[in-house]
């Protein structure tokens, strides 16, 4: 194959973990993956990161490193044949690799498929997937594999890459590239390296020319006319979701159901377009309108059990009654600002009146003196401090901006007085 015809994100495809840009936690002069793959010993694996973050990057350098036979298979093209088929011949060589991409689309049987070779040592399994792999790999699966977690790269990441594409790429390197702006191309890349790279390269082509002045105005434009049809590499999956989410949380029942459509059309798993309207009901929706839980919930489980054609319907009504709801992220934000505040914290001593005191040693030591049980006082309440001393009267939880919360908020501004400003 014509080197230039290459896409630019294969063409500066990482050989080794010092050429990976990004994973410092797992791949740096510590990381627990690195020194794996150092001595040889590697375990079969779930790679689990947002996309175009280096999981397959990882399972070519893993493969290189130790010299072994890597096979590489898609699980939205292959089957139990195909797994059968590479185990077969896996009985006949060393240590081979098995790379699955997406592997959170495999199902049970296919799954379980791997479970035997996996246990034998035919294969060493380099699963990678967006999913949860709690989720979305068995449970057997998953007891015999390590998770590693990838992080989403950070701007500082992007920078770097795009710096080494003009340093080591063949062909750019021969142009004298000057990068202005780059907001557009790491918002419209979305943070996924393989899709940054080769907008980048897009972009370049595009201006032609020797000498290339880049702002965001011209990868805007240039991104308009033609990312669609560049990106062959079913990275629109991503763009589809988010779509698919926005809408909804714009509250917008018809663009909702639109990109539903689009997804549906496109064969995507409905355990996957499910489990996002889940996690939406919590993010976006919230105690504005707690029973968007209860029917996302509800239709993930009824997806689950019914299928397409008829889940179709279901997802419909579940989109649209989310769409339309009123909207709050506070209990998103609230828990988001209590992590935050655990982190910078530590472990804070809990107040001795509400710990608890199974024994009488703990008693002496005032474990559960001055407790007051609540259902003892008028309307069920009395004030008592439940937060650790160093942060007590900190707000973490602010209602939103809705008929429901507005409820609450009124209730917890009588009880608490001034307490937290509610």
């Known amino acids: 194959m014509d080197f230039s015809h290459k896409p630019l994100a294969e063409r500066i495809r990482p050989k080794t973990l010092d050429d990976l840009i990004g994973q410092e936690h797992l791949v740096g002069k510590n990381g627990v993956l690195r020194r794996a793959i150092e001595s040889g010993s590697i375990p079969s694996m779930i790679l689990w990161g947002p996309p175009g973050v280096g999981k397959t990057t990882i399972a070519n350098i893993i493969a290189n490193a130790v010299k072994a036979?890597?096979?590489?298979?898609?699980?939205?093209?292959?089957?139990?044949?195909?797994?059968?088929?590479?185990i077969q011949r896996a009985k006949f060589?060393?240590?081979?690799?098995?790379?699955?991409?997406?592997?959170?689309?495999?199902?049970?049987?296919?799954?379980?498929?791997?479970?035997?070779?996996?246990?034998?040592?035919?294969?060493?399994?380099?699963?990678?997937?967006?999913?949860?792999?709690?989720?979305?790999?068995?449970?057997?699966l998953l007891s015999r594999s390590q998770v590693y977690t990838l992080k989403a790269l950070s701007k500082d990441d992007l920078t770097r890459l795009v710096e080494t594409a003009l340093e080591k790429d063949e062909l750019l390197s021969k142009k004298k590239v000057d990068i202005k702006e780059t907001q557009a191309l790491f918002s419209i890349s979305g943070g996924d390296a393989r899709k940054l790279l080769n907008l980048f390269d897009l972009v370049v082509e595009s201006i032609g020319g020797e000498s290339v002045v880049i702002t965001d105005d011209q990868v805007t434009d240039i991104a308009q006319q033609r990312?669609?049809?560049?990106?062959?590499?079913?990275?629109?999956?991503?763009?589809?979701?988010?779509?698919?989410?926005?809408?909804i949380r714009g509250s917008d029942p018809n663009a909702a159901v639109y990109y539903l459509a689009r997804m549906i059309e496109g064969g995507?798993?409905?355990?996957?377009?499910?489990?996002?309207?889940?996690?939406?009901?919590?993010?976006?929706?919230?105690?504005?309108?707690?029973?968007?839980?209860?029917?996302?919930?509800?239709?993930?489980?009824?997806?689950?059990?019914?299928?397409?054609?008829?889940?179709?319907?279901?997802?419909?009504?579940?989109?649209?009654?989310?769409?339309?709801?009123?909207?709050?992220?506070?209990?998103?934000?609230?828990?988001?600002?209590?992590?935050?505040?655990?982190?910078?914290?530590?472990?804070?001593?809990?107040?001795?009146a509400?710990?608890?005191?199974?024994?009488?040693?703990?008693?002496?030591?005032?474990?559960?003196?001055?407790?007051?049980?609540?259902?003892?006082?008028?309307?069920?309440?009395?004030?008592?401090?439940?937060?650790?001393?160093?942060?007590?009267?900190?707000?973490?939880?602010?209602?939103?901006?809705?008929?429901?919360?507005?409820?609450?908020?009124?209730?917890?501004?009588?009880?608490?007085?001034?307490?937290?400003?509610?």
Not at 71 to 81: D, E, R, T
Not at 403 to 418: S, T, Y
């Open 69 to 86: 036979p890597f096979i590489s298979l898609s699980a939205i093209s292959s089957g139990v044949k195909e797994v059968r088929e590479v």
């Open 354 to 422: 509400i710990r608890n005191a199974p024994t009488k040693l703990m008693k002496e030591e005032g474990y559960g003196k001055g407790y007051k049980y609540s259902h003892d006082f008028p309307g069920n309440f009395v004030e008592q401090e439940f937060l650790p001393d160093e942060i007590k009267g900190t707000k973490l939880y602010d209602p939103g901006k809705n008929a429901r919360e507005e409820d609450m908020r009124k209730r917890l501004r009588a009880m608490w007085k001034n307490k937290y400003g509610y």
């Open 93 to 140: 060589q060393s240590r081979t690799i098995l790379f699955i991409d997406e592997i959170h689309r495999f199902n049970k049987s296919q799954q379980d498929a791997l479970l035997g070779a996996v246990e034998k040592g035919d294969i060493t399994l380099i699963g990678a997937t967006t999913e949860n792999p709690s989720f979305e790999v068995n449970s057997a």
């Open 268 to 352: 995507e798993d409905i355990k996957f377009i499910a489990r996002r309207l889940v996690i939406l009901a919590s993010e976006d929706i919230g105690n504005a309108n707690p029973t968007a839980l209860v029917i996302a919930t509800n239709a993930f489980q009824a997806v689950n059990l019914i299928g397409y054609p008829e889940g179709r319907i279901i997802l419909s009504q579940t989109v649209t009654y989310l769409a339309s709801s009123a909207k709050s992220n506070a209990a998103y934000l609230a828990i988001n600002h209590a992590q935050s505040l655990v982190r910078k914290t530590g472990d804070l001593p809990v107040p001795l």
């Open 227 to 247: 990312v669609a049809i560049y990106d062959k590499s079913g990275d629109q999956h991503y763009d589809i979701i988010s779509a698919f989410i926005k809408s």
